[in-house]
């Protein structure tokens, strides 16, 4: 076997870093320090790579150093003459990402805050959230759940339920057998009735001031919605 000399883990010299990234390498530097000195390590650095810098995709991230673009632009240009580097891009921190989001894709980089539980709430159990919750599991008799916005439960739902906490009147219901013993959207209430066989997923919403139980599938409330939006 040949021995391989290239050095591809972690580099560090004064001001640049420089460190295996994927299938690329991600270049950590200090923009403000003079732009020869910058090169020099480079240099040095790149050398020890030999051919792996050809072609290789690059990102420099200046550590949330800003105000040196056409330092970071002569970099990237010194990069691929003298050693063949690929693509360069610039690391862009998730924030700023955020603020750029295609306005027309609202659901991108959003931090949800549901609150989302597995298994079986049991009687004397309380779930509370000031956002949505979605339950995968039954809720029994004798459970209660309360929520700012939406609730939804993929099971059995035959306990007590309030959404839409304190006013929100557009706040619904779901659950793929629904039976509660009372639910509440906003201030809004109604007490269950005899239990069914669960055979249709149904959900409860607010009409004309009253709440309602519909077809999921025949009603499809979430159909007015015209691009994905974050719970």
């Known amino acids: 076997m040949n021995n391989r000399n290239d050095k591809t883990n972690t580099e560090t010299s004064n001001s640049v870093k420089l460190k295996g ?50 330092v970071i632009e002569n970099i990237k240009s010194y990069l691929t003459k003298k050693f063949k580097v690929g693509q360069i891009s610039t690391y862009i921190p998730e924030q700023t990402i955020e603020q750029k ?31 949505h919750i979605i339950i995968a599991g039954d809720v029994n008799p004798g459970a209660e759940i309360s929520a700012g916005g939406d609730v939804i439960i993929l099971g059995k739902l035959k306990g007590k339920v309030h959404a839409g ?37 149904e959900f409860a919403c607010v009409d004309k001031n009253k709440i309602i139980v519909q077809d999921y ?15």
């Open 101 to 131: 989001t295609d306005s027309s894709k609202p659901w991108m980089f959003h931090r949800s805050d549901v609150l989302m539980l597995k298994g079986r709430i049991r009687s004397g159990q309380k779930i509370e959230s000031k956002k």
């Open 21 to 70: 990234s994927g299938n690329g390498f991600k270049l950590t530097l200090d923009p403000s320090m003079p732009e020869d000195s910058i090169k020099g390590e480079l240099s040095v650095l790149f050398e020890n790579l030999k051919h792996l810098a050809q072609n290789a995709k690059v990102v420099i991230d200046t550590d949330g150093v800003k105000g040196y673009d056409h």
């Open 165 to 201: 906490l304190p006013d929100n009147e557009n706040a619904i219901i779901f659950a793929l057998e629904f039976n509660p013993t009372q639910i509440q959207i906003s201030g809004i209430t109604a007490v269950g009735g005899d239990e069914t066989p669960g055979n249709k997923a």
């Open 217 to 231: 599938l025949k009603a499809n409330p979430f159909a007015k919605i015209p691009w994905p939006e974050a719970m």
